[in-house]
């Protein structure tokens, strides 16, 4: 995707009879060759009654080492047991273990189908202080046809050995409650080894349907 943009230190401004104001252009006034990033489809996982949904380096196209920011999308993902709550982690060793050690902080704000209660606030019980299990990434989803979990993770950096891996996650869920959930999650894995491969499942039971989709961004 190529962007246009002004350069206003040597854009000329000058008064005109009939308007006023002009632009007498010069050489470089418009910059039309500015060349902006873009998202580069990396693989799409399908689940179908799946205990999990796992992206590890150098299995199916999948290259954690090629970009400083990665953005997985979740989309419509259904759990198959009611009340669950979705959760990922990362792996150091190409996916044999996944219990990198984080930190991370949540709030969410929600909103009831009765408009009887809403909220906004910390959550504490969803941090981790250097821990190593899964990270969940919203309140619990419901498994009627109609319920399901969408949302975004953003993965910094994962093949960096100097640095921590920071991540951000949004997601939208339809709860077992009827509620809707707008959840943030934010943290980092702790480690400076490189990322590797990352986990995605539900606390308990199969991820019945949905996709994740794998993006690195240029």
């Known amino acids: 995707m190529a962007i246009s943009k002004l350069n206003f230190n040597s854009l000329n401004v000058t008064p005109t009879a009939s308007k006023g104001i002009g632009f007498d252009s010069g050489a470089d006034d418009l910059e039309a060759s500015f060349s902006g990033g873009s998202m580069q489809f990396i693989k799409k996982l399908t689940a179908s009654s799946s205990a999990t949904l796992d992206f590890v380096h150098g299995s199916g196209g999948v290259d954690f080492s090629t970009h400083k920011e990665y953005v997985f999308i ?53 941090d981790q202080a250097q821990g190593t299990g899964f990270q969940q990434t919203s309140g619990t989803t419901g498994s009627d046809n109609d319920q399901c979990n969408v949302g ?17 996650c949004r997601t939208s869920i339809y709860s077992a409650t009827n509620y809707a959930v707008d959840a943030n999650v934010a943290g980092y894995f702790n480690t400076t080894s490189d990322i590797d491969a990352m986990q995605f499942k539900y606390q308990s039971g199969n991820i019945d349907a949905g996709t994740i989709t794998l993006y690195g961004i240029a």
């Open 152 to 168: 975004i993770l953003h993965l910094f950096n994962p093949s960096s050995t100097t640095f921590v891996k920071h991540f951000i």
């Open 74 to 126: 979740f989309n419509n993902l259904h759990p198959q047991t009611d009340d669950q709550i979705f959760t990922f982690q990362g792996s150091i060793d190409a996916g044999s273990n996944y219990n990198v050690a984080i930190t991370s902080t949540t709030f969410f704000a929600n909103h009831n189908e009765a408009d009887s209660t809403a909220a906004l606030g910390y959550q504490g019980n969803f």
